[in-house]
């Protein structure tokens, strides 16, 4: 098989999440530890930093990954999901994967997957680990998938595990109280292993504080100990500067949430520094000012146009669409064009009842097999006060939406990571 061949038997043999939805995700490690154990167990012959949460988690990733390359570490980054190309998942050094190691590594391992039959996920996490052990990675920070307590790549055992925040999503699997969200992502926590929790959120702190002491681990959460604030306007800048602490920044994720997630960074850095990682402060400036350039990452409060001034980011649950709402609030602009398209296995009421009705809305369906119908979505939000026009995908969606725009007005677009991929 060729790449694309390889990736069609991929996306069309195995269990997907992003297709089949809940029915993909696997409740338990025995597909993982079974696929890890025939590859020799690479887990266990890399360091790597652990990083779960509801919300921030592919941003904090992203930068600590960007600082341990510029501090001279080979870094090993392990996301999901990609947004244009597959190997988006699994980069070195910033660089994705060749295209010939995911056609050898399928075609090396297709009579395993027949036999343990795993999903596309725990298929990739296992492919990430090879990767990382062959090619002998300094060190690989690791974004948790979904949850973490069962998530494929909890088999590793890290130097330091980090929780930016727990928020309401994926609650048909997670639980339906923050407690219980909660509790799932705290599963990453792991015996005499220190975790940093970015945000001290007085309704759940006491998981994460019981499930450190029952391990013996050292907890810290990142809001008590780091004094992130902006520094200077940067409503028109492609940075945010920021003041950390003595330290000065500029930040290329421009999206003002960010702030929670460089205080997660920033405690994590000492964390690392502890443990013998020589990280200098020039290290974090150099990187923190190029994330996007030196990781690839996309789609966080990323400008796509300025004529009209067009603007996606993948906030798509509650606390996300909060953050985004507060970025799109510091924007001046006449008139808000939003762009919005859902997945059909979620409850989306609370996010439509925190829209802004004065907002003129194009629904569009997402082009994956969990889409939800933009006449669907249409006549849900309608309950809510929120009105506009449907269209074929997500592509014509944007057009209209900026064909309509004045040059002082806003196109937003969101509502899932899946609209956004279709449009960066």
């Known amino acids: 098989m060729d790449y694309n061949q390889t990736l069609d038997y991929l996306y069309t043999q195995l269990p997907m999440f992003t297709r089949d939805g809940a029915s993909a995700f696997k409740k338990d490690l025995i597909n993982t530890i079974a696929l890890c154990k025939l590859l020799d167990n690479p887990q266990n012959k890399f360091k790597s930093i652990h990083v779960g949460g509801t919300n921030g988690k592919g941003s904090t990733s992203h930068m600590l990954a960007a600082i341990l390359q510029t501090a001279g570490y080979k870094t090993g980054l392990y996301t999901s999901p990609h947004l244009r190309d597959f190997r988006e998942r699994i980069r070195i050094n910033g660089q994705m994967i060749p295209e010939q190691t995911v056609i050898d590594f399928v075609a090396g391992n297709s009579v395993n997957f027949d036999h343990i039959k795993p999903s596309f996920f725990e298929m990739t996490v296992a492919l990430a680990f090879d990767v990382f052990a062959k090619q002998q990675v300094d060190i690989a920070v690791i974004e948790v998938g979904l949850g973490g307590r069962l ?14 925040n727990i928020g309401w999503d994926h609650m048909n699997m997670l639980g339906n109280t923050l407690e219980l969200i909660a509790g799932e992502k705290a599963g990453i926590i792991k ?10 959120q007085p309704e759940v702190a006491e ?10 681990s050292e907890l810290t959460f990142a809001s008590e100990v780091k004094s992130v604030t902006v520094s200077a306007d940067t409503s028109e800048s492609a940075y945010i500067d920021i003041k950390a602490d003595k330290l000065s920044l500029q930040l290329d994720l421009t999206g003002v949430y960010q702030l929670k997630n460089v205080k997660t960074v920033l405690t994590a850095v000492d964390e690392l520094r502890k443990q013998g990682f020589d990280i200098k402060d020039e290290h974090i400036c150099t990187a923190l000012k190029q994330v996007r350039t030196l990781t690839g990452l996309h789609g966080r409060w990323e400008t796509i146009s300025m004529q009209p001034l067009t603007i996606c980011d993948t906030g798509h649950n509650p606390d996300g669409i909060s953050e985004v ?9 006449n008139k808000l064009h939003f762009v919005i398209g859902m997945v059909n296995d979620k409850d989306i009421t609370k996010v439509l009842a ?22 669907i979505l249409q006549l849900q939000a309608a309950e809510f006060g929120l009105n506009g026009n449907v ?28 609209v956004v991929a279709e449009i960066i």
């Open 151 to 164: 998530d494929s790549t909890n088999i590793i055992t890290p130097l330091l595990s980090v929780i930016t």
């Open 191 to 200: 015996p005499n292993i220190p975790v940093i929790v970015g945000e001290y």
């Open 207 to 216: 998981v994460f504080v019981n499930k450190a002491q029952e391990q013996q």
């Open 325 to 333: 709402l507060k970025n799109i609030a510091a924007v001046n602009y």
């Open 354 to 375: 925190m829209l802004p009705k004065g907002a003129i809305y194009y629904f569009c369906k997402p082009d994956i097999p969990r889409g939800l119908e933009a006449k």
């Open 391 to 418: 269209y074929a995908g997500v592509k014509d969606a944007l057009a209209a939406a900026q064909r309509a725009a004045s040059d002082n007005d806003l196109v937003f677009v969101g509502g899932s990571t899946f």
